[in-house]
């Protein structure tokens, strides 16, 4: 009998370090919004998104004619075709098209994950996909949340705890990290949304007036996609 593969909980980027990705599967975490707005993106049609961590890399693509999108603090950055709110990707005229993408923190954690065997991505829209996904990959995997600014946030660590509950009759799991995300979501179970309620980006996002992409990003099973990285862009 072979032996299970691993599954771990990174909480933040700013951990990665302790955390080997040769010959491991990453899966990047940022419900509010960065990858729950690439899966709806890719379920759209959208063609492909290239993921680029800094502005300046972003208005490079823009002078070469590409769409690009941008968000910096919640906010959509100006100068930019797009932002980050995945209600803009549903649009006909993105389909088949490809878009250079830009967040404050999911796109820092894509390009610092580039040394993993497979990077994918995950949100509450595609749980069910992705945990069937890595459950026939059976490969050791880390579950890496985006965050805020480096410090841990309630909707990713919420999100690596929901996705371990489906992954771990299939997966070894021994870390504080794994237990810390897997406490949350048994608490979440009670209400989800009390909780997230606390999150410092669902604060700020709603100071912003964007409710409904909280909402939706914390809708589960909509796309049964599995965005992956082909070495160039994000894609389905
Ligand atoms: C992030 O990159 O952390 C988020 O996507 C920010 C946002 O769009 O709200």
């Known amino acids: 009998m072979n032996a299970q593969p691993n599954v771990e909980v990174c909480l933040s980027p700013q951990l990665l370090h302790l955390y080997p990705l040769q010959n491991r599967v990453v ?13 709806t993106a890719l379920a759209h049609e959208v063609a492909g998104i290239i993921p680029v961590a800094k502005l300046e890399q972003c208005e490079a693509y823009k002078r070469l004619g590409f769409i690009t999108a941008a968000e ?3 906010k959509k950055a100006e100068g ?5 709110s995945p209600f803009s990707y549903m ?8 878009i250079v993408f830009t967040t404050t923190n999911g796109t820092e954690a894509i390009s610092k994950s ?9 949100g509450f829209l595609n749980i069910t996909a992705l945990s069937k996904f890595l459950i026939e990959k059976n490969q050791d995997t880390l579950l890496l949340c985006a965050a805020w600014k480096g410090k841990p946030n309630i909707e990713d660590t919420l999100f690596t705890g929901a996705l371990l509950h489906k992954l771990l009759p299939h997966f070894s799991s021994s870390t504080d990290d794994n237990l810390l995300a897997l406490s949350l979501y048994q608490q979440s179970m009670l209400n989800k949304w009390e909780l997230i ?3 410092s980006h669902v604060k700020r996002l709603q100071g912003l007036g964007i ?3 909280i909402e939706f990003c914390l809708s589960e099973d ?10 160039e862009a994000l894609v389905i």
Not at 222 to 231: D, E, K, T
């Open 72 to 74: 910096r603090d919640g």
């Open 80 to 84: 930019f075709d797009l932002g980050n």
């Open 114 to 122: 580039s040394s993993a065997s497979l990077i994918l991505i995950g």
């Open 91 to 98: 649009a006909e005229e993105l389909k088949g098209k490809t």
């Open 211 to 213: 409710e409904r992409d």
């Open 222 to 231: 909509l796309y049964p996609v599995v965005p992956y990285f082909n070495g």
């Open 27 to 39: 899966v990047i975490v940022d419900v509010l919004r960065a990858t729950s707005t690439i899966i």
């Open 197 to 199: 309620q606390k999150s």
